[in-house]
Nanobody, 130 residues
């Protein structure tokens, strides 16, 4: 059974940092076969892509709203993908989800499409408030 389990969310003040983790288990292939993305859904809004990490030395992509503040990374040996979030803003408040794409790469043209992704976690809540 495939599981993606997110953790690391919480309540933080604006300007602070959080690091989210996504631990994968039960995938048909090893984690390094997959592109992995982070999405988020804010209250009353659609789910949106935040970042996507390709396999190997491939491309990492970021939404304009988080460029320069968020960094995606992975440790395939630990089956874990991270999202380092710095200088958090109230607009970053959302539930954050990780997802895998068995194509293995991220493209500007479609990494934001929910339908591209095979497996999803259940999310971790991030609240940015003073």
């Amino acid at each position: 059974q495939v599981q993606l389990v997110e953790s690391g969310g919480g309540l933080v003040q604006p300007g602070k940092s959080l690091r989210l983790s996504c631990v994968a288990s039960g995938l048909p292939f090893s984690l390094d076969y997959y592109a992995v993305a982070w999405f988020r859904r804010a209250p009353g809004k659609e789910r949106e892509a935040v970042s996507c990490d390709s396999t190997g030395e491939g491309t990492s992509l970021y939404a304009d709203s988080v460029k320069g503040r968020f960094t995606i990374s992975r440790d395939n040996a630990k089956n874990t993908v991270y999202l380092q979030m710095n200088n958090l803003e109230p607009d970053d408040t959302a539930t954050y989800y990780c997802a895998t794409d068995d194509r293995g790469f991220c493209r500007d043209s479609d990494y934001y499409r929910i339908s591209q992704y095979d497996f999803w976690g259940r999310g971790t809540q991030v609240t940015v408030s003073s």
